[in-house]
């Protein structure tokens, strides 16, 4: 059996027709911000999907998963999505119903990853867990006994806005001091920044968390010392996400988890000093065992597996 893997971004649309057995068979792509309104955009989003059938000789599909900002488990909507270049409430599984009649699901990015995890990753044995997903933004995803929590709104998950520091730094949210204000890709630039002006070095013109994780690795005392903190901060926010949900692991993806040891073993060290005893060495830090190219996809496909 086949299905549909959606990933919407603000600049591009990812689509992915998807095995069962978690193999991407074909992929096609359009531009998310050339479009302001939604059928034109639906229209061509179907159009790409029906080639992607022909082309591959592929008559039925299970059905067709969305991963999207704000994209609503409930409703098939997307609320709002700031990052999108069309406006409002968009009822995608109602649009997409006047193509084709298989069931369409939609949750964010975050939810969609942790639900690949799940069905195609290194969660597959797992029922209780949590993934960080660290980038541009900090996401979250809840699965417990079984099941991705939505919550009454369908947006529950959004560790990266736990607050860490009160009056901290601006969030994109309009609060102050988010997680991910801390731990997104920029946060950790910013930390960086922070600490070269503490030792009194120049801030270079175009860092980013992957140079940065390099010049770790390769030794440096300023950027070994971000990490740390980053780590302490991060470690912070995942044993306390330990205490509502008692998860077998937290996973980790992202392009910042792939500074590797300058990152994990602080992170594991902050971890285990912040855990509430009783949850001891009941939790495992894994990483996503999904190709960063193909989480998205994954992810989104995999929702569909999903009963509402
Ligand atoms: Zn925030």
Not at 66 to 75: E, K, L, Q, V
Not at 281 to 307: F, Y
Request: hydrophobic residues 40%; aromatic residues 6%; contains cysteine.
């Amino acid at each position: 059996m086949y299905s549909i893997g959606i990933d919407i971004g603000g600049t591009n649309t990812d689509m992915g027709l998807v095995r069962n057995d978690g193999t991407i068979i074909a992929r096609s792509t359009i531009p998310t911000n050339a479009y302001t309104e939604l059928q034109p955009y639906i229209h061509d989003i179907m159009d790409c999907i029906a080639k992607l059938m022909k082309d591959n000789n592929v008559e039925k599909i299970e059905g067709i998963g969305i991963g999207a900002p704000n994209g609503n488990f409930y409703t098939g909507c997307v609320d709002n999505a700031p990052n999108l270049t069309i406006k409002g409430v968009l009822n995608f599984e109602q649009e997409m119903h006047k193509y084709m009649d298989v069931p369409v699901v939609l949750s964010n990015d975050a939810n969609a990853a942790a639900y690949g995890e799940m069905v195609y990753g290194g969660a597959k044995d797992l029922d209780n867990f949590i993934m960080f997903t660290l980038g541009t933004g900090v996401g979250s995803g809840i699965v417990l006994d079984g099941k991705l929590v939505h919550g009454s709104t369908g947006g529950a998950g959004e560790l990266g806005h736990c607050i860490l520091v009160p009056n901290g730094r601006q969030c994109s949210c309009g609060r102050k001091g988010c997680l991910e204000t801390y731990t997104s890709a920029r946060g950790i630039v910013q930390t960086y920044c922070e600490q070269l002006r503490e030792n009194g070095k120049p801030i270079p013109e175009n860092i980013d968390s992957k140079a940065i994780g390099d010049l770790a690795n390769q030794g440096d005392p300023i950027a070994l010392k971000t990490w740390e903190i980053v780590a302490n901060q991060l470690g912070l926010a995942m044993a306390n996400s330990v205490t509502f949900s008692a998860p077998q692991a937290i996973f980790l993806m992202g392009g910042p988890t792939k500074v590797g040891d300058p990152l994990l073993k602080p992170l594991q060290k902050a971890f285990d000093k912040y855990l509430l005893n009783i949850f001891a060495g009941s939790c495992q830090i894994r990483m996503s065992q999904l190709k960063a190219n193909e989480v998205a996809i994954l992810g989104a496909a995999a929702l569909i597996k999903m009963k509402k």
